[in-house]
């Protein structure tokens, strides 16, 4: 796929909505995309790398989660949940297969995954290690914005907050 970063709209085709069969795939590509994180935070202890099937196929068949992913020749290659609280998306687990990384499907994902989501979402919210050096660099490129830092063991975990626009939206 070309590099679309910035227009989700080219991938809103290939777009597909997760759920608990896709559980299994999901967390294979998430442990293999998540162990880059856990030698850049020096710990194998990570949510996503704990995550079990049981949970993930809990996580997938909860309704207010919402899953997407991007399959390539039927290969599950990239996924984020984002998870419906109140008026707020709760943006997580956004992973891109590593030999697919660079290619702007994260970005691209995470853009078309918002746009998909229920009209009462108004702000969306997601955190990063302070080590994450590739998604701290994607999200203001996104337009989320630096809210906060939390301390999280050995490291801090840096706090994103992005509030949904609309087309319809007036140009502020
Ligand atoms: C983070 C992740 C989802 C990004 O997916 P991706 O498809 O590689 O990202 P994209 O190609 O869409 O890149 C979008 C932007 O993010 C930034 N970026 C992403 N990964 C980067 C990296 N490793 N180094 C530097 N910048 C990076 C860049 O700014 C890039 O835009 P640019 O090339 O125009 O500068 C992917 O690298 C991944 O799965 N990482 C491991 C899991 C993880 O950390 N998930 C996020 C947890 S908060």
């Given at each position: 796929m070309d590099r679309e970063l910035g227009n989700p709209g080219a991938l809103m085709t290939s777009l597909l909505r997760l759920g608990p069969a896709d559980a299994g795939e999901m967390l294979t590509l998430q442990r293999a995309a998540y162990v880059t994180e856990a030698q850049a935070h020096g710990t194998l202890e990570l949510p996503p790398l704990l995550e079990t099937l049981e949970q993930a196929k809990g996580a997938l068949g909860d309704p207010a989660c919402f899953a997407w992913g991007i399959r390539e020749a039927g290969r599950l290659v990239a996924s984020v949940r984002i998870v419906v609280d109140g008026d707020a998306g709760l943006v997580g687990r956004l992973v891109v297969a590593p030999d697919r990384q660079g290619h702007g499907l994260g970005g691209s994902l995470l853009l078309a995954a918002e746009a998909a989501?229920?009209?009462?979402?108004?702000v969306f919210r997601l955190f990063t290690g302070e080590r994450s050096f590739g998604p701290l660099r994607m999200y203001p490129k996104l337009g989320y914005v630096e809210t906060r830092r939390t301390p999280e063991l050995h490291y801090q975990v840096v706090h994103f907050e992005k509030p949904r626009v609309r087309p319809e939206d007036p140009v502020r």
């Open positions: 989501m229920p009209p009462s979402v108004t």
